[in-house]
C-alpha cells in the first residue's frame, strides 16, 4: 500500500491557490481522482476535493477538458 503524498510531504492544510498540486490529482476529463488511485488518506481526501472545488470556482482550475 502506498502512502497518502500529503502526510508523506508533511502538509497541514491543502492550498487551492497550488494548482501544480493539485493537477496531479485531477484526471484528463477533469474528474477528481478516486482516493484508491490516488492514494490519498481520508483526512487529506477531504480537504483536497474541498481546495480542486475552490480552485475550480476561482477559475484557477478548468471544470472539463477540451
Known sequence: MFQCF???QNLK???YKD???LRR???GQGKIIDPR???TCAK???LLSQAI???????LLPF???
Open 6 to 8: 500529503f502526510c508523506s
Open 13 to 15: 492544510t491543502v492550498d
Open 19 to 21: 494548482t501544480e498540486i
Open 25 to 27: 490529482f485531477v484526471s
Open 37 to 39: 488511485y490516488s492514494s
Open 44 to 46: 487529506h481526501q477531504r
Open 53 to 59: 472545488k475552490r480552485a475550480r470556482y476561482m477559475a
Open 64 to 66: 472539463v477538458r477540451k
